[in-house]
């Protein structure tokens, strides 16, 4: 059996995250042995899920981290992408990994990042319901599914999709194991 080569996965994440969709996708990263890499406004900041019982550091400030440094992104739902979206840096980040087409796996409210970063223009996707027509407008195909995965992008709806979400997404890093 060949062994999965390491990969590096960020996260991008600010406060108010869906705690789900921040945890569960997290520990499967790096339960496969893979680097996960906490990326936010500010180095060192202490991020809180919706909740206010998980909390996050981050590991590096969007403007610090390098794209091409990572061989995907993940992007949680709940509050955090509205934190996130006047944030150039982040939106760069963004594009960049869309541009090299590394993996954007976004769940719930992450794909308003997608939207803000221009990237939907004839892409099919799905996110929080009541996204549909923002998406929709942003020139993106709003699938209602668990889990829409058009090239590079990996979208889901709620928490309840997360396994399919984190299937998807493990498989795209070329994860054997979930």
Known sequence: MIEAQTK???????????????????????????EAVIISLERGAELRGKN????YKAH????????RDYDAVIIPGGKSPSHLLDNED????????DRDGRTI??????????VKAGLLDGRN???????????NDAGGRFIDKAVVVDENLITS????????????????LGVAAY
Do not use: W
Not at 105 to 114: K, M, S, V
Not at 158 to 167: A, G, L, R, V
């Open 90 to 97: 982040i939106i760069t980040f963004v594009k960049e990994m």
């Open 157 to 172: 709806r709620t928490p309840e999709d997360e396994p399919y979400f984190i299937e998807e997404t493990i498989k795209k």
């Open 105 to 114: 796996a976004a769940i719930c409210h992450g794909p308003q990042l997608l």
């Open 8 to 34: 590096k996965v960020a996260f991008l994440l600010g406060d108010e995250f869906e705690d789900s969709e921040m945890t569960n996708p997290y520990e499967a990263i790096t339960k496969n042995g893979h």
């Open 125 to 135: 996707l799905t996110a929080y319901p009541q996204l549909h027509a923002e998406i």
């Open 52 to 55: 206010g019982t998980i909390a």
């Open 60 to 67: 590096l400030s969007a403007s610090e981290a390098d794209p």
